[in-house]
């Protein structure tokens, strides 16, 4: 995992556009897995900002959410739906067949979440995966406890991640008690990770996300098992990091390094795919 401290929320959303950027610039028909939640909204508006900036084509993009509430349609205005057409879509100028967001309002939810994984397969797999963390240590809406091979499907939301989201809300009761999310297995496969976290709140599912072991009760640390995972943060929500020091001594060492892997644009360069082949070619 490739940590980076950085001295506030601005630096840390235009850190992590660049990021994005940089993946449309190499690959104009890249697949982009999307988050809500207020931490990736400053990344949203940079992003808006370089796309015009520098003519950036977004039109060949397709992107993937990692979740929305049971039972909210889109128009809902607290539904992830309506939260990405303000926060983003609107601002790239996206079509919405571009857009994937999983329905919370179908008739036949776990066959919903199939269709969902399909259309990621059909689409090539995600080339980069934006994730917030929740206070529990959850993924999407991967609760302490998930499974770290689970795919997407309806979960129940735990009562922290109600009262977190209350804030969107009218009242707490309105906040749906289930979602449909992506499972960690789904997550683990996108090519990159970028995950983000502002705010001292943050810092104790932060440190065990980074440092902790790879537990289901913290979802957010099976990132340890991805080969390109970026955890972008501010310094309040790093407060809690033993090596924080270290990391950023690492990153100061390794800027010359691509800021997203090689195997975006050429798949098979993917050390999950190079070491299958090297075993068949063994094998063979
Ligand atoms: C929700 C979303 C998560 C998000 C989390 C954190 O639960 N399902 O994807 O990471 O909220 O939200 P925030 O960024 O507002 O702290």
């Not at 660049?18 to 993946?23: D, N």
């Not at 259309?119 to 959850?138: E, N, S």
């Amino acid at each position: 995992m490739f940590v980076k401290i950085e001295r506030d929320y601005d630096a840390m959303s235009a850190r992590g556009a660049q990021i994005v950027a940089e993946v449309v610039r190499q690959k104009p028909n890249a697949v982009l897995g999307l988050a809500t939640g207020s931490t990736p909204e400053g990344l949203y508006r940079c992003l808006i900002d370089i796309a015009r900036q520098e003519n950036l084509d977004f039109s060949q993009v397709t992107t993937f959410n990692l979740d929305e509430y049971e039972g909210l349609p889109a128009g809902h205005p607290q539904s992830y739906h309506a939260f990405m057409w303000e926060h983003l879509f609107e601002g790239l100028g996206l079509r919405e067949e571009q857009t994937n967001l999983l329905s919370g309002i179908a008739a036949d939810l776990p066959g919903e979440c199939v269709a969902f994984e399909q259309k990621i397969r059909a689409a090539g797999g995600i080339d980069i995966q934006v994730l917030g963390i929740g206070g529990d240590g959850h993924i999407a809406f991967c609760e302490p406890g998930s499974s770290l091979a689970g795919r997407t499907s309806v979960v129940a939301l735990h009562p922290q991640t109600i009262a977190d989201n209350a804030r969107f809300f009218d009242t707490e009761d309105e906040v749906p008690r289930r979602a449909l999310s992506m499972g960690v297995g789904t997550i683990l496969e996108a090519r990159s990770c970028l995950i983000l976290a502002k705010g001292e709140g943050k810092a104790q599912p932060w440190a065990g996300m980074i440092e902790g072991p790879v537990s289901s009760q913290v979802p957010a640390s099976a990132l340890q098992l991805h080969p390109w995972t970026i955890a972008i943060s501010d310094t309040a929500a790093a407060a809690q990091l033993k090596n924080g020091e270290y990391y950023q001594h690492v990153d100061r060492e390794r800027n010359d390094q691509p800021v997203i892997p090689p195997w975006i644009v050429d798949p098979d360069l993917d050390p999950r795919r190079q070491f299958a082949s090297r075993i068949e070619s063994v094998d063979g």
